[in-house]
T-cell receptor, first 113, second 114 residues
C-alpha cells in the first residue's frame, strides 16, 4: 500500500469547512484513497473513498487531484462532534487478510466553538 | 446504515479468566475481522473470518481463538487472559466492492486484565 503524509494537527472553527489534506505521491493506478476517522475511545468510522473522481456523501467530500498524488477531505460545516483523528489510507483491497487496515498517525482535527 | 455492535464497551477481568467478546453485524457481510488497538502500535489484526465456520489467523493470533457459527456473529475468545492482553478490541465487518472494501467498525471493547 502506498504511503501517505498528513499534517499532525489542524484547527477549525465550528460551522466552517474543514479541509484536511493528504499526500500520496507514490499511489499506483489501482489504489483507492480512503478516509476514516476515530473519535476518542470509539471505534474507527468510515467516511468516504474514491479512485480518481471527486466523491461526495452525506458526511464529506473527497477531492482527488488529477495526477492522484494528493487529496483533500472536506467537512462542509464542521461541528464539535467532528473533533477526531482523521486517517487517509491508500490501498487496494485484494481479499483475505489483505483487507486489513493499517492506520498511520493521521491528523487530529480540533473543532473550536 | 450498517450497524456493528460489540457485547461490552468496558470489561475488567482477572488474569487466567476466559473472556468472550462478541460482535454482531446486521448487513449480511461475509468478512469480519478482530483487531486490537494499542497506543503507538496502531491497529493489529488478530483473526478474520470470510464465511461461517471459516477463520484465518491474522498477525497476532497467539492467546486468542475465534468462533463464527452464524454469519452475523463473530466471537473473540481469550482462553486465559493475561495482563498483556489489556487493550482496545475492535470488530469490523467488511463490505466488498469491485476492487474496494469498506470496513465498518463496532464501538470497541476496552478490556483491562488485572
Amino acid at each position: 500500500d502506498a504511503k501517505t503524509t498528513q499534517p499532525t494537527s489542524m484547527d477549525c472553527a465550528e460551522g466552517r469547512a474543514a479541509n484536511l489534506p493528504c499526500n500520496h505521491s507514490t499511489i499506483s493506478g489501482n489504489e483507492y484513497v480512503y478516509w476514516y476517522r476515530q473519535i476518542h475511545s470509539q471505534g474507527p468510522q468510515y467516511i468516504i473513498h474514491g479512485l480518481k473522481n471527486n466523491e461526495t456523501n452525506e458526511m464529506a467530500s473527497l477531492i482527488i487531484t488529477e495526477d492522484r498524488k494528493s487529496s483533500t477531505l472536506i467537512l462542509p460545516h464542521a461541528t464539535l462532534r467532528d473533533t477526531a483523528v482523521y486517517y487517509c489510507i491508500v490501498r487496494v483491497a485484494s481479499g483475505g487478510s489483505n483487507y486489513k487496515l493499517t492506520f498511520g498517525k493521521g491528523t487530529l482535527l480540533t473543532v473550536n466553538p | 446504515d450498517v450497524k456493528v455492535t460489540q457485547s461490552s464497551r468496558y470489561l475488567v477481568k482477572r488474569t487466567g479468566e476466559k473472556v468472550f467478546l462478541e460482535c454482531v453485524q446486521d448487513m449480511d457481510h461475509e468478512n469480519m475481522f478482530w483487531y486490537r488497538q494499542d497506543p503507538g502500535l496502531g491497529l493489529r489484526l488478530i483473526y478474520f473470518s470470510y464465511d461461517v465456520k471459516m477463520k484465518e489467523k491474522g498477525d497476532i493470533p497467539e492467546g486468542y481463538s475465534v468462533s463464527r457459527e452464524k454469519k452475523e456473529r463473530f466471537s473473540l475468545i481469550l482462553e486465559s487472559a493475561s495482563t498483556n492482553q489489556t487493550s482496545m478490541y475492535l470488530c469490523a465487518s467488511i463490505f466488498q466492492g469491485r476492487g474496494t472494501d469498506t470496513q465498518y467498525f463496532g464501538p470497541g471493547t476496552r478490556l483491562t486484565v488485572l
